[in-house]
């Protein structure tokens, strides 16, 4: 079993009252046949998204999926149900950020052209970055979560995107120079590829990467304004047969 790493301190007030990542995925179980009943492990509000009135929420389910892509990108697999505490912390921030910017680009009355196309390209970009389509498949598979309940979250990821370029600062649009600069100098997960053969996918992960960065700068200056907390459940579940 992978050793969880020792817990980070913070004194962020986003923070505050979100518990161990073992309490928030308490006793799910993966790979036993009993199925066991989705549960929420967070809920959160901002003013972007509605204030007090309408807190947000993510699953256990939704949680792990995106705790075990994070700990994918830095190629440690999750074993079990075991996720280190700063992967979920990684998770949250991200699920958190992305849906506040989607709701400011919603707030503006628009849409991103092709949104289906441009969710369809984001899930082609996390498969690159995790290692393929079949180790995202099993990550999805593990965590119990359907193709319409990933791409939900990437339409607002695409939204998310293209209200930062537009609105924050320019992440979509990449120059030749920027692209090769990125080809020889970043890791990448087409290091093996020739310059040419890597070139659209090489550049949809570089208007990834800008975007990381974006979301956790916009997440910095919005902490005070976010309020988090683990909904830790009593007991473990009942199986459902």
């Given at each position: 079993?992978t050793?969880?790493?020792r817990?980070?301190?913070s004194?962020?007030p986003?923070?505050?009252?979100?518990?161990l990542?073992?309490?928030?995925f308490?006793?799910?179980?993966?790979?036993?046949?009993?199925v066991?009943?989705d549960?929420v492990?967070?809920r959160?509000?901002?003013?972007?998204?509605?204030?007090?009135?309408?807190?947000?929420?993510l699953?256990?389910?939704?949680?792990?999926?995106?705790?075990?892509?994070?700990?994918?990108?830095?190629?440690?697999p999750?074993?079990?149900?075991?996720?280190?505490?700063?992967?979920?912390r990684?998770?949250?921030?991200?699920?958190?950020?992305?849906?506040m910017?989607?709701s400011?680009?919603?707030?503006?009355?628009?849409?991103?052209?092709?949104?289906?196309r441009?969710?369809?390209?984001?899930?082609?970009?996390?498969?690159?970055?995790?290692?393929?389509t079949a180790?995202?498949?099993?990550?999805?598979?593990?965590e119990?979560?359907?193709?319409?309940?990933?791409?939900m979250?990437?339409?607002?990821?695409?939204?998310?995107?293209?209200?930062?370029?537009?609105?924050?600062?320019?992440?979509?649009?990449?120059?030749?120079?920027?692209?090769?600069?990125?080809?020889?100098?970043?890791l990448?997960?087409?290091?093996?590829?020739?310059?040419?053969?890597?070139?659209?996918?090489?550049?949809?992960?570089?208007?990834?990467?800008?975007?990381?960065?974006?979301?956790?700068?916009?997440?910095?200056?919005?902490?005070?304004?976010?309020?988090?907390?683990?909904?830790?459940?009593?007991?473990?579940?009942?199986?459902?047969?």
């Open positions: 079993m050793k969880r790493p817990r980070e301190p004194s962020s986003f923070w505050l009252g979100l518990g990542a073992s309490f928030l308490a006793g799910v179980a993966h790979g036993q046949p009993a066991v009943a549960r492990a967070v959160w509000f901002s003013p972007e998204t509605g204030g007090a009135s309408r807190p947000r929420f699953t256990e389910r939704e949680l792990g999926l995106f705790a075990r892509i994070e700990a994918l990108i830095e190629q440690l999750v074993e079990a149900d075991v996720y280190p505490e700063r992967y979920a990684a998770a949250v921030d991200r699920l958190v950020a992305r849906a910017l989607a400011l680009l919603v707030q503006r009355g628009s849409e991103p052209p092709d949104l289906p441009l969710a369809l390209d984001a899930r082609a970009e996390l498969a690159d970055r995790i290692g393929g180790v995202l498949d099993d990550a999805m598979q593990r119990g979560i359907e193709e319409s309940e990933l791409l979250f990437l339409r607002d990821q695409v939204r998310a995107t293209w209200y930062v370029d537009k609105a924050i600062t320019p992440v979509i649009s990449v120059t030749e120079d920027s692209l090769r600069e990125a080809f020889r100098s970043t990448h997960p087409f290091k093996n590829q020739k310059f040419e053969d890597a070139r659209p996918r090489l550049r949809r992960w570089l208007v990834t990467e800008r975007m990381r960065s974006a979301e956790l700068e916009f997440l910095q200056s919005a902490r005070t304004r976010i309020k988090v907390a683990a909904v830790v459940p009593v007991s473990g579940p009942a199986p459902v047969r």
